[in-house]
């Protein structure tokens, strides 16, 4: 870590001695500048809209991110000793807490939003080369995720321990630190959601290999798509997107199993809940979400070279109105399967779980391809694409990975009872958000972005010298 501050200072000094020339500095000193901190600093100041329906997406990872911080910050309630634990009961059989307690819909929007990117990007690289570099997607794909991933599991191991103490120390915080110390090598190959599982070093990491793993088959999904015609193609993708909906399906009719993670109070750990383990980390349970994303990111890919676009009227309703009535919709079904002591028939409890992952998705995918297909949304272009929102988007990745190292912090060291409120929600929780994104600033600057740039570095490199051999 200290050489890592020591390059970026000199990398620093380096580039403030660069001229505007930049074609005759060499291989090796432009390699040093990817860690330059005003250099990378500039990257993420910097605006570069470029699709209407893309472009949204910037917004869309900053609010769920936000989202998600707020939910996994009201689990403390959960963990620690509460003053007034009665008021959390009473709440959970409140209509309005459904938004809250089912919440895990947020988690398979990040999966549809990824895919379409991924899926589209893949798609005009398969246009331009007409040959699909597997491993070289994956190779930048893991360099992009694991040095700042690998970053923050080193912090865990070897530093967080030492930071503080408290009554709840070394249940929350050294046993956190012998699991990382133990088991990181899962996280660095992203298997940690079916290896050890029951010992994972950071429980929210379960996303980042669900992501890696998905990545990896997207590769093959797209490139069978690309070489069909487009009526195979599509209807391809609706068949695998049909079977994938069928798995939760199938475990929930036949193993009479919740459709969704249920959080009730009491819980302490989510290792203690076996859905948790055998259903929520696992890829299979969730492809539908990524594979909705993967049509929608085709259809705006596809889009791009025919003249048709939808009318005004369909436009307005489709990219607000409608997604936003059927998410609410949803949400009230919800209500039904995840109150307390819910009585619903075994078919309506398989049925949720089909629809689970699907509607949301399908909600958001149709605002993102209505933005991009749709006429005359100016006023919503500008809603989803302000100013200030794309930097911000940008730390969300560093944001993910430290948020609940500072939600451990203060379970581990909390030495009274915490009362239970909104209001105490989300004052803390506008500090955590206010911390959590500084944090990331400074890790996104100093390992993110260098590292990033340095595959970005290799990439070009090779391809220029494969350019020169043939």
Not at 16 to 44: D, G, H, M, P, Y
Not at 331 to 354: D, G, H, K, M, T
């Amino acid at each position: 870590m200290l050489s890592l501050l020591i390059l970026i200072i000199v990398a620093t000094w380096l580039d403030n001695e660069v001229n505007n020339n930049e074609s005759s500095i060499s291989w090796f000193r432009k390699t040093i500048l990817c860690f330059s901190a005003r250099r990378n600093w500039k990257t993420i100041s910097q605006k570069n809209y470029f699709h209407p329906g893309m472009d949204s997406i910037h917004l869309l990872r900053f609010i769920l991110t936000v989202s998600i911080m707020t939910g996994h910050f009201t689990l403390q309630y959960y963990a620690n000793p509460t003053n007034n634990f009665f008021d959390i009961e009473r709440c959970s059989v409140m209509l309005i807490y459904i938004f809250y307690a089912n919440g895990a819909v947020i988690i398979d929007i990040f999966f549809t939003a990824s895919a379409i990117l991924v899926t589209y990007q893949l798609l005009k690289n398969l246009d331009r080369k007409k040959q699909l570099n597997f491993f070289n997607n994956v190779l930048s794909r893991y360099f992009r995720l694991t040095p700042s991933y690998m970053t923050v599991i080193f912090f865990h191991a070897w530093i967080l321990p030492f930071l503080g103490s408290g009554p709840f120390w070394k249940h929350e915080i050294e046993k956190e630190s012998i699991r990382c110390a133990t088991n990181w090598w899962t996280n660095l190959l992203y298997i940690n959601n079916y290896v050890k599982s029951t010992e994972m070093c950071m429980f929210q990491s379960w996303y980042l290999s669900a992501n890696f793993q998905f990545f990896i088959l997207n590769q093959f999904i797209i490139y069978a798509f690309w070489r069909m015609s487009r009526k195979i193609g599509y209807f391809f993708l609706g068949t695998l997107t049909i079977a994938s909906c069928l798995i939760p399906f199938v475990a929930a009719y036949s193993y009479n199993i919740m459709p969704v993670l249920l959080i009730l109070p009491r819980m302490h750990k989510l290792e203690d809940i076996p859905y948790y383990l055998q259903y929520y980390i696992k890829p299979h349970m969730r492809a539908s979400a990524y594979l909705i994303g993967i049509i929608a990111g085709a259809i705006i890919h596809d889009h791009q070279q025919i003249k048709w676009r939808m009318s005004k009227f369909w436009s307005h309703m489709l990219v607000i109105p409608l997604p936003l009535t059927v998410i609410i919709a949803f949400q009230l079904w919800s209500y039904r399967i995840l109150v307390p002591y819910a009585e619903c028939s075994l078919f309506e409890n398989a049925s949720y779980a089909f629809c689970f992952r699907l509607i949301p998705a399908l909600s958001i995918c149709t605002i993102i391809v209505v933005l991009s297909t749709g006429s005359q949304l100016e006023f919503y272009h500008n809603i989803f694409t302000p100013r200030w929102v794309q930097p911000l988007a940008v730390l969300t990745y560093g944001v993910f990975l430290i948020a609940d190292t500072f939600n451990a912090y203060h379970t581990g060291q909390a030495r009274s009872a915490k009362m239970y409120s909104c209001f105490n929600i989300v004052w803390e929780t506008i500090s955590n958000v206010v911390i959590s994104f500084t944090v990331s600033l400074f890790m996104v600057i100093c390992v993110e972005l260098p590292f990033r740039q340095l595959a970005k570095q290799y990439s070009l490199r090779k391809n220029n010298e494969a350019n020169t051999k043939y």
